[in-house]
């Protein structure tokens, strides 16, 4: 049985805490963690359970599921380094890097986790500049991840659905099966629900969970609290099996320290780093026709890596794009201040010639897109 003191404290002392809450860092809390596990088992325990948090922050959540569930496997991503590298010591592989750029198999994870930033970004949609949620992006991008009846935990902010994303809600209904339940999480402070269901196989259910959708947009809805004791019936999450591919598109300081500390894993990383998404076998497919101007965009999305070769000679080509996330503080009210996060994408193109092995080009073309939360 998981037992509530081994939940790893929330605070980190007062004046960190503060400095973590001003980068936007709302871990989920401890007394909702424990709910969370008293709803929760493993569907094959003596099966090895492969669970993915794509935003893992310091990986406490993703360590303490796998200490109730027993014999499972922790993914991550995490875009900070600090909290990548504690990540790092707590979960079995997390990836430095921005989420939304993973390189990842589609369903395979039996549970996920799912406690994304909070807030807007602008993104550009035919031409002209349009908001979106971070939770929304960050939920296309990930939720092919879980296996059909794998289980969904999302920790969200109880006004996204009626107030910011009506079309997150359908595709929520659309996504989940009818015995999700909608929990209120346990601290007030964040104004959070906790959303638990299992991922519907459409094809045999392909009828939306219509309650669903309208408990979320309901904002009157009066949602249970998390349990106190372990459910009699609990959610059974799945095992899923490891992915065939996890990785970010770029190798950062950190990521090269944890590699380095952890045997034969530095050989892997570099690897994955070299290795050209052609060589290993993925295709891209455009929509229209490449031409010469796309080269510029393909070299730094690393969509050309790997040995290039002409008359010239032969060049080894890596491409990649960083993320860079800078939070400033902006408009006060009485009660809080707004953060103002942006987002700068930096893009970097490496060539070595092979004759030599000498470095001969770095590009940097920073391009930034503003986001606020
Ligand atoms: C709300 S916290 C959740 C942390 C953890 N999953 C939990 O529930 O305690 C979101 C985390 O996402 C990270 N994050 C923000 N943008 C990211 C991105 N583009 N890629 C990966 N992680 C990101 C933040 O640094 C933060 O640690």
């Not at 909608?182 to 392909?206: L, S």
């Not at 009660?335 to 000498?358: C, V, Y």
């Amino acid at each position: 049985m998981f037992d509530k003191r081994n939940l790893s404290s929330l605070s980190s002392g007062a004046r960190q805490d503060a400095n973590k809450l001003a980068r936007g860092y709302y871990r989920t809390d401890d007394k909702t963690t424990l709910g969370i596990l008293h709803a929760i088992a493993a569907k094959d325990p003596e099966k090895p359970l492969f669970l993915l948090d794509p935003c893992c922050g310091e990986g406490i959540v993703a360590h303490d599921i796998a200490e109730h569930l027993g014999n499972t496997r922790t993914y991550g991503a995490e875009i900070d380094g600090e909290r990548f590298l504690k990540a790092s010591e707590k979960m079995d592989r997390v990836v430095h890097g921005d989420a939304l750029y993973l390189t990842a198999n589609q369903s395979w994870a039996g549970l996920m986790f799912f406690n994304p930033p909070y807030g807007t970004t602008q993104t550009k949609s035919a031409g002209k500049e349009v908001n979106i949620r971070l939770e929304e992006l960050f939920w296309i991008r990930h939720a092919s991840r879980l296996v059909t009846g794998g289980l969904l935990i999302a920790v969200l902010p109880d006004y996204l659905f009626f107030r910011e994303s009506r079309k997150l809600a359908d595709q929520f209904a659309n996504y989940l099966s009818d015995d999700t339940i909608v929990y209120r999480a346990e601290t007030a402070q964040f104004k959070q629900i906790v959303i638990i269901g299992h991922r519907r196989d459409r094809q045999r259910f392909p009828t939306p969970n219509l309650d669903l959708r309208n408990l979320l947009l309901n904002h009157d809805a009066d949602l249970p609290s998390l349990p106190q004791e372990p459910l009699s019936s609990p959610f059974l999450a799945p095992a899923g099996h490891a992915p065939d591919i996890f990785h970010a598109s770029s190798l950062t300081t950190e990521a090269v320290s944890v590699a380095i500390s952890n045997d034969n894993s530095f050989d892997k990383e570099l690897e994955r780093m070299f290795l050209s998404e052609t060589i290993s076998g993925t295709r891209f497919r455009s929509v229209a026709a490449i031409r010469e101007g796309h080269i510029p965009a393909l070299l730094a999305s690393g969509g050309l890596d790997g040995i290039v070769q002409d008359e010239q000679g032969a060049y080894l080509v890596r491409g990649t794009v960083n993320t860079v996330i800078e939070v400033t503080d902006g408009e006060a009210t009485e009660n809080s201040t707004k953060t103002i996060s942006t987002r700068k994408h930096e893009t970097r193109i490496m060539a070595w010639d092979l004759s030599t092995f000498d470095l001969i080009d770095i590009t940097d073309n920073p391009a930034a897109r503003k986001e606020t939360a």
